[in-house]
């Protein structure tokens, strides 16, 4: 079952354009959406959520259309965005009244397991937190309405570093009690490393790629090749970018086998090594990518 | 339209503001007893201290519950809560008014029910400050659409800006109108002629206009954070 379809979606704003988005979300999967500040992710969540109109193209979650289904579709989703805040002037207990009032899903029991592992007080108000609790307390509340769709938009972002690992430490902890499907967006790899199993890069308002972690992890290569006088590196398939100094040329490929570094041998050129790439790696190695196919 | 996250958010927006609600009824009662404690001058400051009352209670209001639910990024929190823009609409709308409309009616009913008895026999007077408190409505009204609509501070600052300046304008303009001000504010008695008749129910219409435009505008938007 697919919990979340976006077909050719478009937005256009006066300076930026989000286009041909296309994105499955199994049910049960946890994606992470990486791009850079600016790239679009923020604006194709929220028209997930139907709180953006897209100007084109077709959203469906859990088989309500967006944004008609905007009200049927939020009560199955979780939302905890880096730009949320809670009402500074109550307490968490509050908002947990608040949200038990209007979720019947609401698990008083499991919200009151979540403040013990988030280390959270109820009765504190949320103006007296610091920023990693705030972003624990939102997530308490939405975990503890039981979402069968949970969106984190860059819930990491401003957190200092022990805060951060607080956060998706706690969120890991959670994460394991139960199948979620999850969207998580970060510019921040690692975090998105941590938590998801599939991933979506974006870049300029547009998706440049999506896999599996590991499929991407298996297939990206950074190949180091001593290429002689009079030998040409050729352009075999899967072939990413290309950075020469020298005699020395470095290739990051999306598609290494053996196959690809027998046609690079066949051409003269000697592999000096094959490095794994980190995800941090392969996402640069994408956008620069598809900005040099961009300029072409 | 959802009538149960409606009827939610009024609840809150209602729980917010019972102080203020309550606080800016309190400094009404005040102005009220300072304005009829004897003496022109004490009738004129009072005056002036039930205006900046009333006038206040709802700039408190619209920028304490639209343009800071925006700037403190609260209304991500609740727009994340299956509710519509519309639903959002009606709730801020209703919650606001009613909230305004407590204090203003109780207001209201009080400064006119004391000028129109015998004693204090300023009831000419009755038409014309009706028909003021009526303008403060729809100045608020006014202020509460920019803010929704706009999304805007600055909108809303200047909205609130210009309001408050047509105050004194729109009473000099009304004393002027014979049948409203003038002689008639002299009379004991309260008398309702056809010209304030008819100054009040364009303020009514005007009212329901307002709000008509508020609505409109907001279905129209295709983004909303």
Redesign the interface.
């Known amino acids: 079952m697919t919990a979340a379809i976006m077909r050719d979606v478009r937005k256009v704003y006066p300076h930026f354009t989000l286009d041909g988005i296309n994105l499955d979300l199994p049910a049960g999967q946890i994606m992470g959406l990486i791009g850079p500040n600016g790239a679009g992710k923020s604006t194709t969540i ?1 028209i997930l ?5 897209q100007d084109a193209g077709e959203v469906q979650v859990f088989g309500h259309a967006m944004p008609a289904g ?3 579709t ?2 199955d ?3 905890v ?1 880096e ?7 109550q307490t968490l207990k509050w908002h947990m009244g ?1 949200i038990a ?2 979720f019947p899903s609401w698990d008083q029991s499991y919200a009151d397991d979540l403040l013990r592992r988030f280390d959270l007080t109820a009765d504190q108000k949320i103006k007296g937190m610091s920023h990693g609790q705030r972003v624990k307390a ?1 997530l308490l509340l ?1 975990l503890a309405r039981m979402p069968r769709l949970l969106i984190l938009d860059e819930p990491t972002t401003g957190l200092d570093p022990v805060a951060r690992q607080e956060v998706l430490a706690a969120l890991m902890d959670v994460l394991a009690d139960e199948e979620r499907t999850i969207l998580f967006s970060s510019h921040n790899t690692q975090d998105v490393e941590q938590l998801s199993d599939s991933i979506t890069f974006i870049d300029r308002g547009k998706v440049i790629a999506s896999d599996d972690k590991e499929s991407f992890l298996d297939s990206w290569r950074r190949i180091r090749f001593e290429v002689p006088n009079g030998a040409n590196l050729p352009t075999v398939p899967g072939q990413e970018t290309v950075q020469t100094s020298g005699h020395i040329s470095v290739v990051t490929t999306s598609n290494f086998s053996d196959a690809s570094a027998k046609a690079y041998e066949a051409s003269g050129a000697r592999i000096m090594a094959v490095e794994h790439m980190t995800l941090e790696e392969i996402f640069l190695s994408n956008v620069s990518a598809s900005r040099g196919r961009a300029l072409q | 339209m959802n009538s149960f996250m409606i009827k939610k958010l009024i609840a809150k927006d209602w729980y917010f503001n019972r102080y203020i609600m309550l606080a800016y009824f309190v400094g009404g009662l005040i102005a009220l007893g300072v304005m009829f404690s004897g003496g022109t001058t004490t009738f004129t400051i009072g005056s002036i201290l039930l205006v900046t009352a009333i006038i206040s209670l709802g700039c408190h209001l619209v920028m304490g519950t639209v343009v800071q639910e925006r700037t403190n990024q609260t209304l991500a929190f609740i727009m994340s809560l299956p509710v519509s823009v519309r639903d959002y609409t009606a709730a801020k709308l209703f919650a606001n008014i009613t909230v305004f409309l407590v204090p203003w009616v109780l207001l209201s009913a009080f400064l006119l029910s004391i000028m129109s008895t015998s004693q204090i026999g300023s009831g000419g007077a009755v038409p014309i400050f009706t028909l003021m408190l009526f303008w403060m409505v729809i100045t608020y009204l006014i202020m509460l659409g920019t803010a929704l609509v706009s999304e805007s501070e600055g909108w809303t600052i200047v909205a609130m800006a210009v309001c408050n300046t047509a105050f004194t304008l729109v009473f000099m303009g009304l004393n002027a109108i014979e049948g409203i001000g003038g002689e008639l504010l002299k009379q004991p008695e309260v008398i309702w002629t056809g010209a304030s008749l008819s100054v009040l129910a364009v303020e009514v219409a005007a009212i329901a206009l307002i709000l008509s435009l508020t609505f409109y505008f907001q279905s129209r938007k295709t983004d909303f954070l």
Request: hydrophobic fraction near 40%.
């Open positions: 929220r959520m139907g709180l953006v109109h905007e009200v049927k939020k009560a989703i979780g939302y965005s730009d949320m805040r809670l009402y500074g002037g608040f009032s209007i939102s939405v």
